[in-house]
């Protein structure tokens, strides 16, 4: 176990489905598009799957910014 982690940094894990990918190019274009938001940490989008991975700090961003990051990038979050 690591020392040094700060409790004032919460990482969380989320996966949230998403709709309207169709192969790795728009995986990319989701990835790139959650990646600019502040406290992300990793996105994996899958389009098989219909998923998107996010590890992120929830003290510098929130779900909804999240999701609203993934519809700007013009995917849909119900089918
Ligand atoms: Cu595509």
Do not use: W
């Given at each position: 176990?690591?020392?040094?982690?700060?409790?004032?940094?919460?990482?969380?894990?989320?996966?949230?489905?998403?709709?309207?990918?169709?192969?790795?190019?728009?995986?990319?274009?989701?990835?790139?598009?959650?990646?600019?938001?502040?406290g992300?940490?990793?996105?994996?989008?899958?389009?098989?799957?219909?998923t998107?991975?996010?590890?992120?700090?929830?003290?510098?961003?929130?779900?909804?910014?999240?999701?609203?990051?993934?519809?700007?990038?013009?995917?849909?979050?119900?089918?």
């Amino acid at each position: 176990m690591f020392a040094g982690g700060t409790e004032t940094e919460k990482i969380r894990t989320k996966v949230i489905p998403t709709y309207g990918m169709h192969c790795s190019g728009c995986e990319e274009t989701v990835t790139n598009e959650v990646m600019k938001l502040e406290g992300v940490k990793s996105v994996k989008a899958d389009h098989v799957n219909k998923t998107v991975t996010v590890k992120y700090d929830d003290k510098k961003v929130t779900l909804e910014q999240l999701k609203a990051a993934i519809v700007n990038a013009g995917y849909k979050l119900t089918e």
